[in-house]
């Protein structure tokens, strides 16, 4: 089974100079617990944004054009979203799509589950989340997310499910 997960704010923005232009222990707290012991998909870019480590705990499987990676143990890299789709879209196990932009918007078609960290501020960045049309989706869980006092920044974790079977369409 395919989910994203991602953080964006009011204004849909997911980035800034290939970093995250906020800081919420809180999210990165939820990310880790969320993600750790299940395979991940990312860009290279994104890979790139973890300073070129694979995260810990998980299988990170980077999507790429490039020839520049060697694989790991933890580490496996891909050229092809088919293959990828093909290998995992029917998978039970719960497999993350963690970004970048142009990662959702290839896998989007194959996702039946979301985990997005709603931040409600408007901040300043150059990459936006791609479109996501939530008539398609079901919202089953919701909870408000705790904030350091010194600096609370309002967000909300959301689990949304796709309402449609992707296998039937």
């Known amino acids: 089974m395919l989910a994203f997960v991602w953080a964006e704010?009011?204004?849909g923005i997911i980035g800034s100079d290939g970093k995250l232009p906020w800081h919420i222990p809180d999210d990165m707290h939820y990310f880790k617990e969320l993600t750790t012991g299940h395979p991940v998909i990312m860009g290279r870019k994104t890979f790139e944004s973890f300073?070129?480590?694979p995260l810990?705990?998980?299988l990170n499987i980077v999507l790429t054009r490039k020839d520049t990676l060697k694989e790991t143990q933890n580490l496996k890299v891909s050229h092809s979203v088919k293959e990828l789709i093909e290998t995992y879209a029917s998978s039970q196990k719960l497999i993350f799509v963690i970004g970048g932009r142009e990662i959702y918007?290839?896998?989007?078609p194959y996702v039946t589950r979301l985990y997005r960290t709603y931040i409600d501020m408007t901040i300043s960045g150059d990459t936006k989340m791609i479109p996501?049309?939530?008539k398609q989706w079901c919202l089953v869980a919701s909870h408000h997310g705790v904030g350091p006092a010194q600096q609370p920044i309002p967000h909300t974790f959301e689990i949304y499910e796709r309402k449609i079977d992707l296998k039937n369409h």
């Open 51 to 53: 300073g070129g480590k």
């Open 9 to 11: 704010t009011k204004n």
């Open 56 to 58: 810990p705990n998980r």
């Open 132 to 134: 996501i049309d939530y």
């Open 105 to 108: 918007q290839q896998f989007y």
